[in-house]
C-alpha cells in the first residue's frame, strides 16, 4: 500500500524513474509472496518504462533494478539460463555507473543461480567477491545473508564443518540484527547441513522454528523448502509414507505459486 501511494506520487510528478523503480519494488512483495507472474508483469512494466528516461544514468539505474528483480524471478521459477544472462546485464550496468551495493549484490544473484546449475567453484567464488565487498561496506545484513549461501556451497562440497562455521556467524549476525526472514533462512539452511550429516535429532528443532517463523511471515517458497526438509527427516526415520506425503504436499505448494 505505502508503495502504491509512492507510485501514485512519482507519477504525479512525471518521475518516470521514480515509477519505473518503485514498480520493480511492488514487483518484490509480490515475488516474496510467491505471486510470481503478478512479479513478473511489474518487472515487464518497469523495463518498459525506463526506456522512455531521458537522463543517461537514471535510465541504466531503472533498466537495472528492474532487470535484477526479473532475474530473481527467473531463478525461482528454475529458468536459470534466462537469470543468469538478467542478472548479468544488471551487473554490467551496475559496474559501468559505480554502484558498489549494488555490484555486491548482483554477485551474490550470480552465485546461487551457479550454484543451482552445480558450478560450485563458481559460485564459491561470486560469493567470496561479494562477501568481501560486503564486509567493505559495513553491510551487516547482506554479510549474513553471503555467510548462509557460501555455507550451503560448502555444504555441497562435504566440508560440513566449513558450513557450520559459517552457519554460526551467520545465526548471530541476524538474530542481534533482528533480521526474521534471514533467521529463517539459515535455520533451514543449518538443517540441511545436520541431516546431511546424519544428525536428525538435531534438525527437527531447527525446522521448527524456521517454520514458525516463515508461516508468520507467509512466505510460501520458504515454507515448501521446508516441508521437503520435514519430508527428508520422515524418510531417514523410516516413515516412507509420512515422507511422501510431505513431498507431495510440498510439490502442490510449489505448483500453486509457480
Known sequence: ECLERARDSYRQLDDKAGVSHVLSNIGEIYRLQGKYEEARR???????????IAEPRDRQAARA?????AGTV??????????RELNQESLTLRREF???????????????????????IGARQM???????????????????????????????????EARLLLQESLSIRRQLGDRAGLALSLNTLADVVLDEGKYMDAR?????????????GDQTAIAYLIEDYGGLA????NPQKALQLVGFASTLRESIG
Not at 511489474?42 to 522512455?52: N, V
Not at 543461480?113 to 552445480?118: H, L, S
Not at 545484513?141 to 556451497?153: H, I
Request: glycine share 8%.
Open 127 to 161: 560469493n567470496d567477491e561479494s562477501l568481501e565487498l560486503f564486509r567493505e561496506m559495513g553491510d551487516r545484513w547482506a554479510v549474513g545473508q553471503l555467510l548462509n549461501n557460501q555455507a550451503c556451497v560448502a555444504s555441497d562440497q562435504g566440508e560440513y564443518a
Open 65 to 69: 533494478h528492474a532487470l535484477k528483480g
Open 42 to 52: 511489474l518487472y515487464d512494466e518497469s523495463l518498459s518504462l525506463a526506456e522512455q
Open 98 to 120: 559505480g554502484d558498489i551495493p549494488g555490484v555486491a549484490t548482483l554477485l551474490n544473484n550470480l552465485g546461487i543461480i551457479a550454484r543451482f546449475q552445480r558450478d560450485l
Open 235 to 238: 524418510a531417514a526415520e523410516a
Open 205 to 217: 528443532p531447527l525446522l521448527d522454528e524456521s517454520l514458525e517463523i516463515n508461516r508468520e511471515l
Open 74 to 83: 527467473a531463478t525461482w521459477q528454475g529458468d536459470y539460463v534466462t537469470a
